[in-house]
């Protein structure tokens, strides 16, 4: 199997900057992808990377570091919406087995007023 | 705008009936991934299938099967549901080829009492 990390919980204050760690070791490695999953709903996807370095969009930023096993997603000015679960996926393309994704247990942040 | 619907968003069943869970995609995505999803374990992949009439076990596929004979539309089945088969259920494809990410249902919330 697969293996994927990334904190349990984690608070912070509106108008604060938090960084949501992930962890991974994998074979056949493809990229990482970052899910945003509000309770009771669908995870959205908020951001993909498969090469070394940082991908920002708007308030989001995403980092991968590939020969550290390493990610971490970046929300700065927070807002009481992005009170939701982070979770971290990891593609695995391996054989005849494209697009496959394996999921860490996910990072639930509260953002406080 | 890609879209992909469950049959239903809140099912109760009974120990022991047989479910069937739908899914629709109209992107014309080979790839199409069943999930379940719990409490402190996150998003599990149960099965999967690349094109028609092709299924992959994944990490959890006991007490489910599936059916793929269409390419918009992959089916669950619970063939005898048990109380431990309570869960949120998610359905989620994607291209075969490319970057593109998993697009997710809004899920079924089964409960099996």
């Known amino acids: 199997g697969q293996n994927i990390d990334q904190p349990t919980e984690m608070t912070a204050t509106e108008g604060a900057i938090v960084q949501i760690n992930c962890t991974y070791q994998?074979?056949?490695?493809?990229?990482l992808f970052w899910y945003q999953q509000h309770a009771g709903e669908a995870p959205t996807f908020l951001s993909y990377?498969?090469?070394?370095g940082l991908e920002e969009k708007g308030r989001f930023s995403s980092f991968l570091s590939r020969s550290k096993g390493y990610s971490y997603l970046l929300l700065k000015e927070l807002q009481m919406k992005d009170s939701a679960s982070y979770l971290c996926?990891?593609?695995?393309?391996?054989?005849?087995?494209?697009?496959?994704?394996?999921f860490g247990r996910g990072t639930q942040l509260t953002v406080w007023p | 705008d890609v879209k992909v619907t469950q049959s239903s968003r809140y099912l109760v069943k009974r120990t022991g009936e047989k479910v069937f869970l739908e899914c629709v995609q109209d992107?014309?995505?080979?790839?199409m991934f069943w999930y379940r999803q719990d409490p402190g374990l996150g998003l599990r992949l149960i099965y999967f299938?690349?094109?028609?009439?092709?299924?992959e076990k994944g990490d959890i596929p006991e007490g489910y099967s599936v059916s793929r004979e269409k390419k918009e539309r992959f089916s669950l089945i619970l063939e005898s549901a048990s109380t431990n088969q309570t869960s949120m259920y998610l359905c989620?494809?994607?291209?075969?080829?490319?970057?593109?990410?998993?697009?997710f249902g809004p899920g079924t919330r089964l409960t099996v009492t």
């Open positions: 989620a494809s994607r291209p075969r080829q490319g970057r593109d990410e998993q697009y």
């Open positions: 994998t074979s056949g490695f493809n990229g």
């Open positions: 990377n498969v090469l070394d």
């Open positions: 996926a990891v593609r695995v393309d391996r054989g005849s087995t494209l697009g496959r994704l394996y």
């Open positions: 992107m014309d995505h080979e790839n």
């Open positions: 299938s690349y094109d028609v009439k092709m299924k």
